[in-house]
């Protein structure tokens, strides 16, 4: 069975960093691509960031500049490094994987067949 375990999640201040891991299990990582997606409090889920397996991402405008998706194909691990936090950026954090080749990755949920349990992520201001 494909499991993803997403953890890294914290309280942080405004300004300050986290990264998520999510470990991969079950299936051949390096022929997935992977993305994190986010829901905060009464909001739908959003893509965050996508990546395909040949490391090319694609990023929401809202964290441009700010966020890094990467992932480590050894350790069948995707990462996602949070600099510059915001308040806004509080949410639940989850991982997600499908077989389907997306290039550039993709931000849309509907491509996605497994998901984690997610990690919180908690900004104050």
């Known amino acids: 069975d494909v499991q993803l375990v997403e953890s890294g999640g914290g309280s942080v201040q405004a300004g300050g960093s986290l990264r998520l891991s999510c470990i991969a299990s079950g299936y051949s990582y390096s022929c997935y691509s992977m993305g994190w997606f986010r829901q905060a409090p009464g909001k739908e889920r959003e893509g965050v960031a996508g990546?395909?397996?040949?490391?090319?991402?694609t990023y929401a405008d809202s964290v441009k500049g700010r966020f890094t998706i990467s992932q480590d194909s050894a350790k069948n691990t995707l990462y996602l490094q949070m600099n510059s936090l915001k308040p806004e950026d509080t949410a639940m954090y989850y991982c997600?994987?499908?077989?389907?080749?997306?290039?550039?990755?993709?931000?849309?949920?509907?491509?996605?067949?497994?998901w984690g349990q997610g990690t919180q992520v908690t900004v104050s201001s």
């Open positions: 990546i395909d397996r040949d490391g090319r991402a």
């Open positions: 997600a994987a499908t077989p389907v080749y997306l290039y550039g990755g993709s931000l849309s949920e509907r491509w996605y067949k497994y």
